[in-house]
């Protein structure tokens, strides 16, 4: 699968390719570089920062998996209640931290 950026030159900085709720969703790993998240999380804290509305968990989860391809974030599978679930976290810390 390939993600598609577009580029909204009306704007400024990363909402020229994010929209509001993914740029807020990258903003939750920044917050804490070090930690892991699981959709749930960023979604609850996504919906916390919005002005306007709140977005889908489904849309959360889709964004997460792009990031994931696009080697912004890694992802690993944990058990938890009701079956599997993605748990995430920036990719380039896991780097560094590891010597990478």
Do not use: C, H
Not at 19 to 44: G, H, I, N
Not at 53 to 82: C, H, P, W
Not at 84 to 94: A, D, E, F, T
């Amino acid at each position: 699968m390939t993600v598609k950026l577009e580029i909204d030159t009306s704007q400024q900085g990363l909402r020229m390719v994010l929209r509001e709720y993914e740029e807020e969703a990258l903003k939750v790993f920044w917050d804490d570089p070090q930690k892991e998240y699981t959709s749930r999380l960023v979604w609850d804290r996504v919906n916390q920062r919005l002005r306007l509305g709140s977005i889908s968990r489904a849309s959360i989860i889709n964004f997460l998996e792009d990031m994931v391809e696009m080697g912004v974030l890694s992802k690993r599978e944990a058990t938890g209640k009701g079956g599997y679930r993605g748990v995430y976290r920036l990719k380039w810390v896991s780097q560094v931290l590891k010597g990478s």
